[in-house]
């Protein structure tokens, strides 16, 4: 899952440090586990489903970056928001991002990073019951 959570970090012009020392690689692997105890303590399955494989890449990216943003190591002002949709529809999830000229790039990125990490919603289908 770390080589597609990389690979989704790149397609949205976010660089991670290859080297495996760094930072990003253990708040990586750390965001990882998280996400994907989550998904099973919320699914009661031992492992993350195929249908929610995409999901977990998200969620594990949105907190990625909330994490990299609330330690104040990710300049929300370079990265490029007009290229973005103005509204994203997933399932029964919409979300519609502010267009006007006076939200602020931290407005936007807040939003996104909302649609990244999702919501519970996307479990039910693959819920189980646990006696």
Known sequence: MLEDV???LSSLGITVSS???SSDNFILSFTIDKV???IKNQTNLSSIPNGLK???ID???G???LTKKSMGQLDIATLNFDLMAKQ???GDTNVTFAVNENTTPEAQFNTFLNYLRHNDTDFARYRVLVW
């Open 6 to 8: 990389k690979k989704r």
């Open 19 to 21: 080297e495996p020392s």
């Open 36 to 38: 994907t105890n989550h």
């Open 54 to 56: 995409e999901i977990a």
């Open 59 to 61: 969620m594990v990216v």
């Open 63 to 65: 907190e990625f970056l």
């Open 88 to 90: 994203v529809q997933d």
